[in-house]
């Protein structure tokens, strides 16, 4: 699907972003956070991702020995104010890759605590933490 491409190659593409990833036996764990305004108009209708300058999205992807992998991915942000907000996980399947998207809206200055459960499988959890400043 020609969006799907779209979506791969602009997230794919963005080298300037806090990008971030977490080894993890066999797996690694590719995680970032970003603006939704970076993502096309077009890209993110297909997707059903909000565009805003508020909206930050949330990207993560598992690779099983260089390989795309699915995982289970929960989680939640805690923004400056204290205040809890759960994350919903959109999987997106692509021929050469799978990606997890979620969002949040932030505050105009924001500090931003992401707590991730990443389940690789039946037994094999594995929890990751990482702060994210937000400055529009």
């Given at each position: 699907?020609?969006?799907k491409r779209?979506?791969f190659?602009?997230?794919?593409?963005?080298?300037?972003?806090?990008?971030?990833?977490?080894?993890?036996?066999?797996?690694?764990?590719?995680?970032?956070?970003?603006?939704?305004?970076?993502?096309?108009?077009?890209v993110?209708?297909?997707?059903?991702?909000?565009?805003?300058?508020?909206?930050?999205v949330?990207n993560?992807s598992?690779?099983k020995?260089?390989v795309?992998?699915t995982a289970?991915?929960?989680?939640h942000?805690?923004?400056?104010?204290?205040?809890?907000?759960?994350?919903?996980?959109?999987?997106?399947?692509?021929?050469?890759?799978?990606?997890?998207?979620?969002?949040?809206?932030a505050?105009?200055?924001?500090?931003?605590?992401?707590?991730?459960?990443?389940?690789?499988?039946?037994?094999?959890?594995?929890?990751?933490?990482?702060?994210?400043?937000?400055?529009?």
């Amino acid at each position: 699907d020609v969006y799907k491409r779209q979506l791969f190659y602009c997230l794919g593409s963005l080298p300037t972003l806090a990008a971030s990833y977490l080894d993890h036996g066999e797996h690694r764990i590719h995680f970032t956070t970003f603006s939704s305004l970076i993502i096309p108009a077009d890209v993110a209708s297909a997707h059903a991702i909000v565009r805003s300058k508020k909206r930050i999205v949330l990207n993560l992807s598992v690779l099983k020995q260089g390989v795309p992998a699915t995982a289970s991915i929960s989680g939640h942000v805690i923004n400056l104010l204290n205040q809890r907000f759960e994350l919903v996980f959109d999987e997106i399947n692509e021929a050469d890759a799978v990606y997890y998207l979620a969002s949040y809206l932030a505050l105009e200055h924001d500090i931003l605590r992401f707590s991730l459960d990443v389940q690789l499988n039946a037994t094999d959890s594995v929890p990751i933490n990482f702060i994210r400043r937000y400055d529009q």
